[in-house]
């Protein structure tokens, strides 16, 4: 079994800034990408996020330039630094990870329960 859990949410004025941390546990053999979606009330879950395990990273444009996806392997744990937040960030907030299983070559999606993001003033 693999835990994914976000923490860093919270009320934010516009302009501000949060950031979000997704740290897996269990029997983690090795985490290939991590991803951080979001999903704002009445729309569907978007990808917001990507970094692969060489650290290469990619974005949606709306967040680009104000948002940076990072990852620490010795702690496997991703980040999400938000700034600059406006009130169209205002979502629920979801790490994604592909994790190969310890000790196997199965390789599963596991999913965070997510992390409430409000940007209002």
């Known amino acids: 079994q693999v835990q994914l859990v976000e923490s860093g949410g919270g009320l934010v004025h516009p302009g501000g800034s949060l950031r979000l941390s997704c740290a897996a546990s269990?029997?983690?053999?090795?985490?290939?990408?991590m991803y951080w979606y979001r999903q704002a009330p009445g729309k569907q879950r978007v990808l917001v996020a990507t970094?692969?395990?060489?650290?290469?990273?990619s974005y949606v444009d709306s967040v680009q330039g104000r948002f940076a996806i990072s990852r620490d392997n010795a702690k496997n744990t991703a980040y999400l630094q938000m700034n600059s937040l406006e009130p169209e960030d205002t979502a629920v907030y979801y790490c994604n990870a592909d994790v190969r299983l310890q000790g196997t070559l199965t390789i599963k999606n596991c999913w965070g329960r997510g992390t409430q993001v409000t940007v209002s003033s």
């Open positions: 970094i692969t395990s060489g650290a290469s990273t």
């Open positions: 269990g029997s983690i053999g090795t985490i290939a990408a």
